[in-house]
């Protein structure tokens, strides 16, 4: 795990690193023959008896929201994970590209290696703008190259201009001031995708 914080007294967040593969040593099927977890876990779309008995393993596993997670921030499109088969994460693949959860954000700047998606990403840039951040901190921090760290902070830096340019905060009195406010702020402020961070942990 890398780490870019001298600030030790500050707790690790409890937001999993891509290698951070210790979860696997609690899970339910752990233990089992080669042979046998495939049969389970990568069993063919018509087996089902086999599905079944993988997702019994899964229904009591203590790890199952780790493992799911684990296969949509991988893009791991088969076999059973979480207690899901390949088409029932589906939906989640393409949902999970729309995430924007801060405390992944925070995570990622506090130095773990996660799999952040565009507008995690983007708001890790903006906050490297903000705080006046290297390009080497940042293609660092991102595990990107210099050119790659460079071209975010310049976009990060037009987006925050534009948007505190056009978006003033409205009185709140003000119905007339909110419509205009809404339809005419090129860059609307990032929020956090409470309702799918929600759904994402509820879906294993």
Not at 27 to 39: I, M, N, S, Y
Not at 74 to 99: C, F, Q, S, Y
Not at 134 to 161: C, F, K, M, N, Q
Request: net charge negative; with cysteine; hydrophobic share 40%.
């Amino acid at each position: 795990m890398r780490h870019i914080t001298t600030n030790s007294s500050t707790p690790a967040p409890p937001v999993r690193g891509i290698a951070d593969i210790s979860w696997h040593a609690r899970g339910a099927c752990r233990g089992l023959e080669a042979h046998e977890a495939d049969r389970l876990f990568f069993s063919a779309p018509r087996a089902l008896a086999d599905i079944a008995e993988a997702k019994s393993f899964c229904h009591t596993c203590p790890v199952r929201q780790d493992c799911f997670t684990h296969a949509l921030d991988n893009d791991i499109r088969w076999g059973m994970w979480g207690g899901l088969t390949r088409e029932e994460r589906r939906p989640w693949h393409a949902k999970v590209a729309k995430r924007l959860d801060y405390a992944r954000v925070r995570a990622a700047i506090m130095g773990r290696d996660v799999f952040l998606t565009a507008a995690e990403r983007d708001a890790v840039a903006r906050h490297a703008y903000v705080r006046k951040w290297t390009p080497e901190r940042l293609s660092y921090v991102l595990a990107v190259d210099l050119d790659h760290a460079r071209d975010l902070l310049r976009d990060a830096g037009h987006a925050i201009a534009d948007r505190d340019r056009y978006w003033t905060p409205a009185d709140p009195d003000d119905d007339e001031a909110d419509a205009m406010d809404e339809t005419f702020c090129p860059v609307p402020r990032q929020v956090q995708t409470d309702d799918l961070i929600d759904a994402l942990r509820k879906a294993a």
